[in-house]
């Protein structure tokens, strides 16, 4: 059974930092590449940035700059470091596999406020 765990999020003034987790079980996560994904209030879901198994990384324009993913294939864990925090950053934030998808976790909820 696929687990996603997410974490970190929280309530940050505008150009301020987060880091989110993603604790993942019930898959070989070393192989996979993994993402992170957000969906604010009225909007579809979208994909936010990828890792692959090689480390290679992939950034929407939206957040290119300011997030940066990692991951500790030891730990089957994946991070997104969040600087410079706007409030259209703000939504739920899911980690998840790419470009398929498992079931979703229960996500991270990012407010920014102004």
């Known amino acids: 059974q696929v687990r996603l765990v997410e974490s970190g999020g929280g309530l940050v003034q505008a150009e301020g930092s987060l880091r989110l987790s993603c604790a993942a079980s019930?898959?070989?996560?070393?192989?996979?590449?993994m993402a992170w994904y957000r969906e604010a209030t009225g909007k579809q879901r979208e994909l936010v940035a990828t890792?692959?198994?090689?480390?290679?990384?992939n950034y929407a324009d939206s957040v290119k700059g300011r997030f940066t993913i990692s991951r500790d294939n030891a730990k089957n864990t994946v991070y997104l470091q969040m600087n410079s925090l706007k409030p259209e950053d703000t939504a739920v934030y899911y980690c998840?596999?790419?470009?398929?998808?498992?079931?979703w976790g229960q996500g991270t909820q990012v407010t920014v406020s102004s």
């Open positions: 998840n596999t790419a470009p398929n998808v498992w079931s």
């Open positions: 019930g898959i070989i996560f070393r192989i996979n590449t």
């Open positions: 890792i692959a198994r090689s480390g290679s990384t």
